[in-house]
């Protein structure tokens, strides 16, 4: 299979998200991925693919609407929750 159509799995620092949970343990599942993340080497969180149930591999898109609300909730979580605030980026992808 070329590179071109490969769907990379899950790694130490790549993680499929479908989406965070509204409320606290949503929140909290924020704040643990992105402190994860920073305390080891980097990586990237991609929210909204669902995966494979075996292989952690992403599968499709899942139908969630996109907007800046889940942009905002993600920086708050992270400047309330995290100490040593990391350096991180949210992008706002569209299913194309």
Same mark, same amino acid.
């Given at each position: 299979?070329s590179?071109? !159509?490969?769907? &990379? *799995?899950? !790694?130490?620092?790549?993680? $499929?998200?479908?989406? $965070?949970?509204?409320?606290?343990? *949503?929140?909290?599942? #924020?704040?643990?991925? #992105?402190?994860?993340?920073?305390?080891? %080497? *980097?990586?990237?969180?991609?929210?909204g693919? /669902?995966g494979?149930?075996?292989?952690? #591999?992403?599968?499709?898109?899942?139908?969630? =609407?996109?907007?800046? *609300?889940? @942009?905002?909730?993600?920086? @708050?979580?992270?400047?309330?929750? /995290?100490? %040593?605030? =990391?350096?991180?980026?949210?992008?706002?992808?569209?299913? &194309?």
């Amino acid at each position: 299979m070329s590179s071109a !159509t490969q769907q &990379p *799995g899950e !790694t130490d620092d790549l993680d $499929y998200k479908r989406e $965070y949970k509204a409320g606290d343990d *949503g929140n909290d599942d #924020i704040a643990v991925d #992105i402190a994860t993340f920073a305390n080891h %080497r *980097g990586g990237l969180i991609v929210v909204g693919m /669902i995966g494979d149930r075996t292989s952690a #591999i992403p599968v499709r898109v899942a139908n969630m =609407p996109v907007s800046d *609300g889940l @942009k905002r909730r993600i920086e @708050k979580v992270a400047a309330d929750r /995290i100490q %040593r605030m =990391p350096r991180f980026d949210v992008r706002i992808v569209e299913d &194309p």
